[in-house]
């Protein structure tokens, strides 16, 4: 059970790194099509990885 617990910590933070490497990747007008600014970028990685 603690082995799952970790794997599951493990792949939360691989998910949420890899959508603030993606958004990052992405210009300002991109991020204002999609209603984003780039300080949110981490605040919507973070919520995106926890759902």
């Known amino acids: 059970m ?5 794997l599951s910590k493990v792949r939360t933070y691989l998910r949420y790194r ?6 990052s990747l992405l210009s300002d ?3 204002d099509d999609l209603g ?3 300080f949110q ?3 919507v990685a ?6």
């Open 2 to 6: 603690f082995v799952s617990y970790i």
């Open 18 to 23: 890899e959508t603030v490497r993606e958004l």
């Open 29 to 31: 007008r991109e991020l």
């Open 36 to 38: 984003i600014s780039r």
């Open 41 to 43: 970028i981490e605040n």
């Open 46 to 51: 973070r919520q995106h990885a926890i759902a």
